[in-house]
């Protein structure tokens, strides 16, 4: 059974900082990508963040870019988002997603569109105070 859990979510003043985590289990193989997603009541999920399985390829959404790192941490089953220079714009529910089908090899970089992952974690709540 695979299993994507996020942690670190919480309040934070405009202009501060979160590290979200994410743990994988029961992977039968690496992901080819993962990625995190935040999404608001009424909208869709929005890609925030992605990487390759070797972290050495990323993908930021314009309104995140040069605020916060997606990276994977050494040899572990972990998907970090640090989140800097937090905005009132930015609470929502965050989640983690990771393609296990294959669905994102062949692209170029790895994908902000949630269509091309197929696990989902349960997501953690980020809240900005103004």
């Known amino acids: 059974l695979v299993q994507l859990v996020e942690s670190g979510g919480g309040s934070v003043q405009a202009g501060g900082s979160l590290r979200l985590s994410c743990e994988g289990s029961?992977?039968?193989?690496?992901?080819?990508?993962m990625a995190w997603f935040r999404q608001v009541p009424g909208k869709g999920r929005e890609g925030i963040a992605a990487t390759v399985a070797n972290g050495r390829r990323t993908n930021y959404a314009e309104p995140v870019k040069g605020r916060f790192t997606i990276a994977k941490e050494n040899n572990k089953n972990i998907l970090v988002l640090e989140m800097n220079s937090l905005k009132p714009e930015d609470p929502a529910m965050y989640y983690c997603?990771?393609?296990?089908?294959?669905?994102?090899?062949?692209?170029?970089?790895?994908?902000?569109?949630?269509?091309?992952?197929?696990?989902w974690g349960q997501g953690t709540q980020v809240t900005v105070s103004s």
């Open positions: 997603a990771a393609d296990l089908s294959g669905s994102s090899f062949y692209l170029e970089d790895p994908p902000l569109q949630s269509d091309f992952y197929n696990y």
């Open positions: 029961g992977y039968t193989a690496n992901p080819y990508s």
